[in-house]
């Protein structure tokens, strides 16, 4: 693997879920788990311009407390429309993020969240050059980006960018076949062009610590005395491609629960028996699927108001298994191709496409009606 980072653990703290005192980040607590993660052999920390709050917090935790040299820590910059109206705006986060921070430089700096719904604002601002240009005055050492959209558009633009130093995908056990997130392809896309990868939501924004009954029997039997996160983050930092797994650890006892099986000595990548267990486990998730699309893609070619069908299936199905309606809008909020379910024209084609003769029509005004 092509890594950047060296001499650590492949877990990285991610500071967007700091433990908070009502509505103010605990900065006491935030030290102490950040302290015990650079003993642990942790050096990788992980904000952004958007996290409100993070990058003070990480100042006062980190950058004010510990020697530069001694850790990596990455931001980012958003040019969604909700982060910013300008170009000049854009451009000028990460002078925000340096002096919030204190941080002088960011080893690692990342256009944020691109999908179909803002990819053009990255050309229109002309961020992909930017970018390196703050590379070349030294404020970044490294740079890549975040990616919420489909495996062609992630071929694209790493066609179009071949100098991205690494990417920043969400992977985790069951995403990976998932064709709303498509997890496995894009890693091997990424995996193909060189990138190494940096893994975000790892425990599916912590749906996967509350699994399905099924599944958390399952893998009680085959591990009792493992964590639920420990499953799913020790399967993304297995992946021989992966240079660092994100964990939003907003606890100190999150904080001992992940050093526990990922420190820097003692991490013990999955056995093909703990594979294979995840992968009933996987399954069992999977069977509590309202609908039973299988991800083929045969209905979207010729929709009129392009939508990515199984991709919003998919969000739906994520809200029956987990009962998670905040997560379930959000992830319907960053659809690909942008188009909603209450779009949809009723012209019946996709329904005639449909190999599995799915109510498709009719679940798109469900969807809608739950999550829009």
């Given at each position: 693997m092509n890594t950047l980072v060296h001499d650590c653990s492949k877990l990285g703290f991610g500071l967007m879920r700091l433990p908070r005192q009502g509505k103010e980040i605990d900065i006491p607590?935030?030290?102490?788990?950040?302290?015990?993660?650079l003993s642990?052999?942790?050096k990788?920390?992980?904000?952004?311009?958007?996290?409100?709050?993070?990058?003070?917090?990480?100042?006062?935790?980190?950058?004010?407390?510990?020697?530069?040299e001694s850790y990596y820590l990455a931001s980012?910059?958003?040019?969604?429309?909700?982060?910013?109206?300008?170009?000049?705006?854009?451009?000028?986060?990460?002078?925000?993020?340096?002096?919030r921070t204190n941080a002088k430089y960011f080893d690692f700096y990342l256009l944020h969240g691109i999908d179909e719904s803002n990819v053009e604002l990255y050309v229109k601002y002309g961020l992909w050059d930017y970018i390196k240009d703050l590379k070349a005055q030294g404020l970044v050492r490294h740079w890549g980006f975040s990616f919420h959209g489909t495996p062609k558009m992630l071929e694209e633009l790493l066609t179009e960018h071949p100098d991205a130093e690494f990417v920043q995908l969400q992977i985790n056990y069951v995403d990976w076949e998932d064709p709303g997130v498509a997890a496995r392809e894009c890693y091997e896309i990424a995996t193909r062009h060189g990138k190494p990868v940096v893994v975000m939501e790892p425990v599916k924004g912590g749906l996967l610590v509350n699994p399905p009954k099924a599944a958390q029997d399952i893998l009680a039997v085959a591990e009792p005395n493992?964590?639920?996160?420990?499953?799913?983050?020790?399967?993304?930092?297995?992946?021989?491609?992966?240079?660092?797994?994100?964990?939003?650890?907003?606890?100190?006892?999150?904080m001992r629960d992940n050093l526990s099986y990922m420190n820097a000595k003692d991490f013990r990548p999955l056995s093909d028996t703990e594979r294979k267990v995840l992968a009933r486990a996987r399954e069992a998730i999977e069977q509590c699927n309202a609908i039973p699309c299988t991800g083929c893609h045969y209905c979207i070619s010729g929709c009129p108001a392009n939508i990515h069908i199984p991709e919003l299936f998919s969000v739906m199905n994520g809200y029956q298994r987990y009962g998670d309606l905040q997560r379930a809008k959000m992830d319907y909020s960053w659809r690909p191709?942008?188009?909603?379910?209450?779009?949809?024209?009723?012209?019946?084609?996709?329904?005639?496409?449909?190999?599995?003769?799915l109510p498709i029509i009719q679940t798109l005004r469900e969807i809608a009606q739950t999550l829009e």
């Amino acid at each position: 693997m092509n890594t950047l980072v060296h001499d650590c653990s492949k877990l990285g703290f991610g500071l967007m879920r700091l433990p908070r005192q009502g509505k103010e980040i605990d900065i006491p607590q935030t030290c102490r788990m950040v302290d015990a993660f650079l003993s642990a052999g942790g050096k990788y920390f992980d904000t952004a311009y958007i996290y409100g709050g993070s990058e003070e917090a990480t100042r006062k935790a980190l950058c004010d407390r510990h020697p530069r040299e001694s850790y990596y820590l990455a931001s980012k910059l958003n040019a969604s429309t909700w982060a910013c109206k300008t170009e000049g705006e854009a451009k000028g986060e990460i002078h925000h993020s340096l002096e919030r921070t204190n941080a002088k430089y960011f080893d690692f700096y990342l256009l944020h969240g691109i999908d179909e719904s803002n990819v053009e604002l990255y050309v229109k601002y002309g961020l992909w050059d930017y970018i390196k240009d703050l590379k070349a005055q030294g404020l970044v050492r490294h740079w890549g980006f975040s990616f919420h959209g489909t495996p062609k558009m992630l071929e694209e633009l790493l066609t179009e960018h071949p100098d991205a130093e690494f990417v920043q995908l969400q992977i985790n056990y069951v995403d990976w076949e998932d064709p709303g997130v498509a997890a496995r392809e894009c890693y091997e896309i990424a995996t193909r062009h060189g990138k190494p990868v940096v893994v975000m939501e790892p425990v599916k924004g912590g749906l996967l610590v509350n699994p399905p009954k099924a599944a958390q029997d399952i893998l009680a039997v085959a591990e009792p005395n493992a964590s639920l996160a420990s499953w799913a983050i020790r399967y993304a930092a297995s992946l021989e491609n992966v240079m660092v797994v994100l964990s939003g650890m907003s606890d100190e006892e999150q904080m001992r629960d992940n050093l526990s099986y990922m420190n820097a000595k003692d991490f013990r990548p999955l056995s093909d028996t703990e594979r294979k267990v995840l992968a009933r486990a996987r399954e069992a998730i999977e069977q509590c699927n309202a609908i039973p699309c299988t991800g083929c893609h045969y209905c979207i070619s010729g929709c009129p108001a392009n939508i990515h069908i199984p991709e919003l299936f998919s969000v739906m199905n994520g809200y029956q298994r987990y009962g998670d309606l905040q997560r379930a809008k959000m992830d319907y909020s960053w659809r690909p191709g942008g188009a909603k379910a209450s779009e949809c024209l009723q012209c019946g084609q996709c329904e005639e496409a449909c190999p599995q003769h799915l109510p498709i029509i009719q679940t798109l005004r469900e969807i809608a009606q739950t999550l829009e």
